[in-house]
T-cell receptor, first 117, second 114 residues
């Protein structure tokens, strides 16, 4: 069965510090996709990134960067120079192959990130 | 920005009552999902549709839950009768094509059953 583990339940850092959110996944699929979503205090889920299993290149988008390592089944997320607006719950997710494709997402339990001003 | 619209945002109801949650997917998106978020279970997929046809509702308690898409602009999730354990945030999400893709989620309906 597919599984996503976010071992860090809560993290607090002081503004401007860098912070890394860990995500470890389990799957038997050879083709899969990994996602990160942000859930700010307002409650909506905001899509941040999607990576497929064949692309292990790290990605950077502004202050955000993602490190995908198949060898350790990890897809970690780093925020550089954190800001108060980064305070949110962050979810890692894995696509699940079904009879209809690979659209179903298995979510981790989330990491609550608090940025202290 | 295009948005997935969910109504109502909050609903408090008494046990045994029928609850209907509505979702307007983004125009042109042909795949619609219903997820439920609770503290205990996290985010769980309840059901999803493509081109208005249900593809998978294995995550949904069939005895009391039903999901439909009367037309391409409306998806509904009904609970009848509601129970306190149904209290959760229900999210609708939509996407285009056959995925997987970064679905767009609505703001959710926070349901409280007392």
């Amino acid at each position: 069965a597919q599984k996503v583990t976010q071992a860090q339940t809560e993290i607090s850092v002081v503004e401007k510090e860098d912070v890394t959110l860990d995500c470890v996944y389990e799957t038997r699929d050879t083709t899969y996709y990994l996602f990160w979503y942000k859930q700010p205090p307002s409650g909506e889920l905001v899509f941040l990134i999607r990576r497929n299993s064949f692309d292990e290149q790290n990605e950077i988008s502004g202050r955000y960067s993602w490190n995908f390592q198949k060898s350790t089944s990890s897809f970690n997320f780093t925020i550089t120079a954190s800001q108060v607006v980064d305070s949110a719950v962050y979810f890692c997710a894995l696509s699940e192959t079904s009879n209809f494709g690979n659209e179903k997402l298995t979510f981790g339990t989330g990491t609550r990130l608090t940025i202290i001003p | 920005d295009a948005r997935v619209t969910q109504t109502p945002r909050h609903k408090v109801t008494e046990m045994g009552q029928e609850v209907t949650m509505r979702c307007q997917p983004i125009l042109g998106h042909n795949t619609v999902f219903w997820y439920r978020q609770t503290m205990m279970q996290g985010l769980e997929l309840l059901a999803y549709f493509r081109n208005r046809a249900p593809l998978d509702d294995s995550g949904m308690p069939k005895d009391r839950f039903s999901a439909e898409m009367p037309d391409a602009t409306l998806a509904t999730l009904k609970i009848q009768p509601s129970e306190p354990r149904d209290s959760a945030v229900y999210f609708c999400a939509s996407g285009a094509g056959t995925g997987p893709f970064g679905y767009t989620f609505g703001s959710g309906t926070r349901l409280t059953v007392v």
